[in-house]
Nanobody
Framework: QVQLVESGGGLVQPGGSLRLSCAAS????????MGWYRQAPGKQRELVAT???????NYADSVKGRFTISRDNAKNTVDLQMNSLKPEDTAVYYC???????????????WGQGTQVTVSS
């Protein structure tokens, strides 16, 4: 079994900061990419940021310059530092891993349960 467990969500005022963390555990052979997606009420899940094992990053235009993704390959963790938060950042944030459980298995997506981020005064 593979588990991705998020932490760090909560309530923050506009302009504030939060840091999300995600740890992948279980039977893991290799993780090729990790990242964060979010889903606001009534909207589709959307990409926030991803990072490859080599450190290449990709950000949604809406968060560029405000969010920073980082990863510890040795610990199988990924963090998202969120600064200058806006009410429109309010959503459930999901950790994502594109990984392989063993050499003979398919590389596929795995998801965490999600953590709520609310930006409100």
């Amino acid at each position: 079994q593979v588990q991705l467990v998020e932490s760090g969500g909560g309530l923050v005022q506009p302009g504030g900061s939060l840091r999300l963390s995600c740890a992948a555990s279980g039977s893991i052979f290799s993780i090729y990419a990790m990242g964060w997606y979010r889903q606001a009420p009534g909207k589709q899940r959307e990409l926030v940021a991803t990072i490859t094992s080599g450190g290449s990053t990709n950000y949604a235009d809406s968060v560029k310059g405000r969010f920073t993704i980082s990863r510890d390959n040795a610990k199988n963790t990924v963090d998202l530092q969120m600064n200058s938060l806006k009410p429109e950042d309010t959503a459930v944030y999901y950790c994502y891993g594109y990984l392989q459980k063993s050499f003979a298995t398919t590389i596929r997506d795995y998801w965490g349960q999600g953590t709520q981020v609310t930006v409100s005064s």
